[in-house]
T-cell receptor
Framework: QQQVKQSPQSLIVQKGGISIINCAYENTAFDYFPWYQQFPGKGPALLIAIRPDVSEKKEGRFTISFNKSAKQFSLHIMDSQPGDSATYFCAASTGTNAGKSTFGDGTTLTVKP | EAGVAQSPRYKIIEKRQSVAFWCNPISGHATLYWYQQILGQGPKLLIQFQNNGVVDDSQLPKDRFSAERLKGVDSTLKIQPAKLEDSAVYLC???????????FGEGSRLTVL
């Protein structure tokens, strides 16, 4: 059972544009929602994370928007740069065990110069 | 600060052979995870250790996969005998006990022919 559904599978954006990646979850017990960035040949690295007590979290050019009633959350990358080209994974976990995360299948982002 | 170390980075074996992967987590991290990442998919948790005890191995195919974490530090993941569908990147991650960021290694890419 796919508990975290991520879309789109791939995304091409022009430099300076906004990249938006969406995720939907099923398990209402999830209470920690991180986004990971993965470059080819590297392991995923935490980019930004949110808990459901807030609807938005911003760190630099990266923003998570969270809609608890719709069970959806999204990553917005403002002023996208070629260096942002990578695969992005959303994830969700319950309780205090952030490491036991269920991951989406990833979005490959390409930012064209 | 040294990151999560994994070896080997690449391994090619024939089906029914065995293989072992090694992981050295970040110093002081009590929790260690092994994830399997099949091409085009998000990481899937195989096993979680807290110090040298197993917290969760519900997704580990125990008929062929085994893992141990001696003295609560290094860990090895073994596959015996390997199947074609085991071709994947095996990611090791660690974190402090409780909630918080996951730190991933660069992974070990396994190809089973």
């Amino acid at each position: 059972q796919q508990q975290v559904k991520q879309s789109p599978q791939s995304l091409i954006v022009q430099k300076g544009g906004i990249s938006i990646i969406n995720c939907a979850y099923e398990n209402t017990a999830f209470d920690y929602f991180p986004w990971y960035q993965q470059f080819p040949g590297k392991g995923p690295a935490l980019l930004i994370a949110i808990r459901p007590d807030v609807s938005e979290k911003k760190e630099g050019r990266f923003t998570i928007s969270f809609n608890k009633s719709a069970k959806q959350f999204s990553l917005h990358i403002m002023d996208s740069q070629p260096g942002d080209s990578a695969t992005y994974f959303c994830a969700a976990s319950t309780g205090t065990n952030a490491g036991k995360s269920t991951f989406g299948d990833g979005t490959t982002l390409t930012v064209k110069p | 600060e040294a990151g999560v170390a994994q070896s080997p980075r690449y391994k090619i074996i024939e089906k029914r052979q065995s293989v072992a992967f090694w992981c050295n987590p970040i110093s002081g991290h009590a929790t260690l995870y092994w994830y399997q990442q099949i091409l085009g998919q998000g990481p899937k948790l195989l096993i979680q250790f807290q110090n040298n005890g197993v917290v969760d191995d519900s997704q580990l195919p125990k008929d062929r996969f085994s893992a141990e974490r001696l003295k609560g530090v290094d860990s090895t993941l073994k596959i015996q005998p390997a199947k074609l569908e085991d071709s994947a990147v095996y990611l090791c991650a660690s974190s402090f006990a409780g909630p918080g960021e996951l730190f991933f290694g660069e992974g070990s890419r396994l190809t089973v022919l």
